[in-house]
């Protein structure tokens, strides 16, 4: 049975943004989301070895979330705006942050 035609994308750059915002993007804001956790909750020994099996599963159900778009390229400015984010929130809690 064959696909249905207004499910699939003409354009392949939209499908390679959407995979590379899937692989790449996913797992930056999983490791950036993890780096983040032990900065701002209590026992930070427990969240790191927690995290080492919580990391994967955030970056596959994160690797899934940009083909849910239409565009490829607005799931990457997504992406981009979480990983933005984060890494204001790791550098303000960072302990070596000239700032604070």
Do not use: D
């Not at 989301?33 to 596959?60: A, G, Q």
């Not at 809690?93 to 000239?98: T, V």
């Amino acid at each position: 049975m064959p696909a249905n035609p207004k499910h699939l994308n003409p354009n392949p750059w939209h499908q390679f943004a959407k995979i590379t915002a899937g692989i790449i993007g996913g797992y930056i804001i999983a490791a950036l989301f993890h780096m983040c956790l032990p900065l701002w909750l209590p026992s930070p020994k427990k969240v790191l070895i927690t995290s080492i099996y919580t990391l994967y599963m955030l970056w596959v159900a994160l690797l899934i979330v940009p083909f849910l778009f239409r565009n490829g390229w607005k799931a990457w400015g997504l992406y981009l705006v979480i990983i933005a984010i984060l890494f204001g929130l790791f550098y303000l809690g960072s302990p070596r942050n000239p700032f604070v």
